[in-house]
């Protein structure tokens, strides 16, 4: 966007040049495109850690209940099973088995995966929900 | 209240100058339109943010208890523990205005745990120093923050939309004073939560 935009400024006032001295103007050089999306980077469990800690820290620890279930061995578990948690009834009856595809979908919006959760955070960026989830297991031990 | 996670003590002195506001108040915060108590609750939207504003509940409830545990720890100093237990009160006021929402949409709020589990979970026998304290309530209020806003788009009610997003305001404020305290560089790259 920045190139572009740039470049349309600059070639602007030079054709307007050209045009006012009588000169043709020779065409302009197409704009470059925006730059092409690039291919997200592979998912990172260290980068994940750091999205951990700020985006998910305020509820969940790796070793300790808090508002939210703690998370070692999270993947790959069932939801609604780490005890002495006290889930909402509609996580404990999902049925979800927690692997990449189900938390990719969990962390978009618990709330659309399993109306009546009691989380309600939604991690948006997707190389974040990446991240995330390749940190979260890596602390299950699956690597 | 923090008398609810623990024995009455100097605590409820240092701390016990939070405001609770009125029903009417409420009114304030969330719309004078919202919530007329039976309409709500009679739908699965209301229910679904009842179980919304409960996590944040408990986020406050833990709050207020990672300040309790720090002012307990003789580890601040008398300037920064006035600091704390005014950031704590605005804790105790972010619960009372959770509770009253939660009521109003006839739901049940979920009360505190004892202070000794708060500590047991946030680790705080590893607090050794004030700034091992302000570090913990550091990760606490930025963590807070990117829970308020990242809670939105899932709330039903739009008057909720502003109470959360005013909530990760203090949060935020919360944080960037004590980042400062700690001499912690300022964020190069924004926006800087959420």
């Not at chain 2, 047991?120 to 209020?141: G, T």
């Not at chain 2, 997003?165 to 700690?182: C, I, K, M, P, Q």
Request: charged share 20%; proline share 7%.
């Amino acid at each position: 966007m920045k190139t572009t935009g740039n470049s349309l400024w600059l070639a602007l006032p030079v054709a307007a040049a050209a045009l006012a001295f009588g000169v043709a103007a020779a065409p302009l050089p197409p704009a470059p495109s925006a730059h092409p999306p690039a291919s997200p980077p592979p998912a990172s469990a260290s980068r994940g850690a750091e999205v951990y800690e700020a985006k998910c820290g305020a509820c969940h620890s790796l070793d300790a209940n808090r508002i939210g279930p703690k998370h070692r061995g999270v993947f790959g578990r069932k939801a609604g099973a780490v005890p002495d948690f006290h889930y909402s009834d509609a996580l404990k009856k999902s049925g979800i088995v927690w692997n990449e595809k189900t938390l990719n979908t969990w962390l978009q919006s618990p709330v659309k995966m399993v109306p009546g959760t009691a989380m309600g955070f939604q991690l948006r960026d997707a190389q974040e929900r990446a991240d995330v989830i390749a940190y979260l297991k890596q602390v299950s031990g699956k690597h | 209240m923090i008398e609810d996670i623990g024995p009455k003590s100097r605590r409820s002195l240092l701390i016990g100058s939070a405001t609770t506001l009125s029903v009417a108040g409420l009114g304030v915060v969330l719309g004078s339109a919202a919530l007329p108590r039976a309409a709500r609750a009679a739908t699965g939207n209301a229910a679904q943010d009842v179980q919304l504003l409960n996590a944040a509940l408990g986020l406050e409830h833990e709050g207020i208890a990672a300040y309790q545990l720090g002012a307990e720890s003789k580890l601040l100093k008398p300037e920064v523990l006035k600091v704390a237990v005014t950031f704590q009160s605005h804790h105790k006021q972010h619960r009372d205005d959770l509770v009253a929402a939660i009521n109003k949409l006839g739901g049940k709020p979920v009360t505190a745990k004892a202070l000794t589990d708060y500590a047991k979970e946030l680790n705080a026998a590893s607090l050794k120093s004030q700034a091992d304290v302000l570090r913990l309530a550091l990760k606490l209020e930025k963590g807070a923050t990117n829970a308020y806003l990242g809670v939105i788009p899932s709330l039903d009610q739009p008057d909720l939309y502003l109470f959360a997003a005013r909530t990760a305001a203090d949060e935020s404020f919360h944080a960037a004073v004590l980042g400062n305290v700690l001499g912690e560089p300022i964020p190069e790259k924004a926006p800087m939560f959420g």
